[in-house]
Structures are given as structure tokens and as C-alpha cells.
């Protein structure tokens, strides 16, 4: 069984930084795609940022790009969001999410998800 459990939201101010951790019981197993996911109140659900276990490239929402940075410690078995240059627009819960796909892209289906994590920017 998959587990995620997701780690390091909270209430900052625009312009500051997270960095959001996944618990990830994936990295003793085969491969996976893994990704961070987010939703508003009201927003339907955004992929984030993705990446292979099985390698370092990631895919990244237009969005997000250039302040968002996925990454991974395999030996920590820990996924990662940092989260830069903070805006109210980035409120939302977000959560962590796993599948075996080979392909690895923000559009794929996700079989395992997390609780989330709530990060909350004021202006």
C-alpha cells in the first residue's frame, strides 16, 4: 500500500518562501511518477510539478515555473515543493500524489494521493 503524507504548509506572507515535504513509501519500491498538486476554494485541481523517481527531469506548470522547484531524496524517501517568491493567488491545499506510469506528465492519472497541506499567502 502507497502512503503519502504531506508536511511543511502554513501561513506566510507574499513574497516569502515553503518548502513543502511527501512523506513517500514509493522509493523502496519500482518507479513512480510523482507530483504535487493544488486546489483553491472553488478551483477545480492544478498540477504543479511532476517528476520520475527513476530519474531527475520534471515537468512544471506554466504557472509555477521559475518558483516552484520539485525534487526528490530518494535515501530520505522524501518528495519536496519549494516554494519561492510566494502569492495570494498561490493559496490552496496541496497535495502529493503517486503513480507507476512510465509516463510522467501533469495530465496522467494519479492512483495514490495524499491528505494535503494547506499553505495560506497574505498580501
Known amino acids: 500500500q502507497v502512503q503519502l503524507v504531506e508536511s511543511g504548509g502554513g501561513s506566510v506572507q507574499a513574497g516569502g518562501s515553503l518548502r513543502l515535504s511527501c512523506a513517500a513509501s514509493v522509493y523502496t519500491d519500482s518507479n513512480y511518477c510523482m507530483g504535487w498538486f493544488r486546489q483553491a476554494p472553488g478551483k477545480e485541481r492544478e498540477g504543479v510539478a511532476v517528476i520520475y523517481t527513476g530519474g531527475s527531469r520534471s515537468v512544471y506548470a506554466d504557472s509555477v515555473k521559475g518558483r516552484f522547484t520539485i525534487s526528490q531524496d530518494k535515501a530520505k524517501n522524501t518528495l519536496y515543493l519549494q516554494i519561492n517568491s510566494l502569492k495570494p493567488e498561490d493559496t490552496a491545499m496541496y497535495y502529493c500524489?503517486?503513480?507507476?506510469?512510465?509516463?510522467?506528465?501533469?495530465?496522467?492519472?494519479?492512483?495514490?494521493w495524499g491528505q494535503g497541506t494547506q499553505v495560506t499567502v497574505s498580501s
Open positions: 500524489a503517486a503513480d507507476r506510469s512510465k509516463i510522467c506528465g501533469l495530465g496522467i492519472f494519479f492512483s495514490y
